[in-house]
């Protein structure tokens, strides 16, 4: 009898085992046991154990290339930062000098004027327009009121 003659016949047929015990283990059968083996159970752990330890590296592996990269990112911000921070330092001293060094000199400057229009009257009305000196009041005006 053929192979494909056997597979389309009746278990307890002409040469079939009869009960499902007697039939041979195929692929997807499972073989019962008492006992569990020791040593397909020792070689199940060590092939979980050996997964777990490969899904570890690749974690650990994505894990440190995501950080160096958050370093990398870092550094370029620092960069930046410390860029404005020099470009904010050099106008600081561009202002204290200018505070230190003209402002003085105007206001001198601005006194001397001041000086030069009580002896010049008709140069009062071009300080005043400017507000560098307050118009005298003349002498037949009303007082200026505050709003």
């Known amino acids: ?56 590296l690749v974690i650990s592996g994505t894990l440190t290339i995501y950080l160096l990269q958050q370093v990398r990112y870092a550094r370029a911000d620092m960069a930046a930062i410390q860029l404005q921070a020099q470009q904010l330092e050099e106008a600081r001293q561009v202002i204290n000098a200018y505070n230190e060094k003209n402002v003085p000199v105007m206001r001198q400057f601005i006194e001397q004027l001041g ?11 071009i300080l005043a327009k400017y507000g560098l000196v307050q118009r005298a009041p003349s002498p037949g005006s009303p007082p200026a009121q505050k709003p």
């Open 1 to 56: 009898m053929s192979q494909q003659e056997s597979l389309f016949q009746e278990p307890g047929a002409a040469g079939q085992p009869a009960s499902a015990a007697d039939r041979p283990a195929g692929p997807f059968s499972v073989k019962p046991s008492a006992e569990p083996d020791p040593a397909a159970s020792l070689r199940a752990a060590e092939r979980q154990v050996s997964n777990l330890l490969i899904l570890l």
């Open 115 to 125: 000086e030069y229009s009580k002896t010049h009257p008709d140069v009062l009305p």
